[in-house]
């Protein structure tokens, strides 16, 4: 079946713009995740949506952030006024919901900021 | 959550066993472990989990002692497709689980 898909898979972008990055999970999984990952390090958690609950947004550096998940599907990462130090590729991920501990991930979306 | 401590990198060649050491001294008893692999410019992928004594799928085992402080991923006769990074997790069974700590992982670099 279909797994999780992200677009675009590149975006450059000059410092100071707005980014729309894009996420399709798996249908019928309840759990979404946006990390963020530069070269060479780990994973960073950037936020979590589970069903209708209020999402868990403890892990976005600032205010530019933020996101949404439109009807429990698609969910779109909004970064505002980019920043070089915003270069990264974001990964989004999915899991069927509570007490499942396996993430399915999309192929990233690799951010360049000029 | 469960810190967790493993090597940067290791090294292997290919045909040989390789055995990654995961530290997690903090474990606490509802949580389980649990190992994504993450080849170049790929999102990470679920492995392997477990929560006591031994877990063999067609991938990988998993042996984790009975204080559970740390476990050991195993992969027989690696290949060359198999370098990669790996990460260990301890994660929270049956409960919300929203900030994963991915950490840097153990990037393993197989060679002919």
Redesign the interface.
Known sequence: GAG?SQSPSNKVTEKGKDVELRCDPISGHTAL?W?RQSLG???E?LI?F?GN?AP?K??LPSDRFSAERTGGSVSTLTIQRTQQEDSAVY?C?SSPG??S????????TRLTVT | LAKTTQPISMDSYEGQEVNITCSHNNIATNDYITWYQQFPSQGPRFIIQGYKTKVTNEVASLFIPADRKSSTLSLPRVSLSDTAVYYCLVLLYGGSQGNLIFGKGTKLSVKP
């Not at chain 1, 501990?101 to 192929?107: K, L, N, S, T």
């Open positions: 999780v995740y990390y390090q780990g994973l958690f979590y589970q609950s868990d403890s892990g990964l991920a509570r007490g501990y396996e993430q399915y991930f999309g192929p990233g």
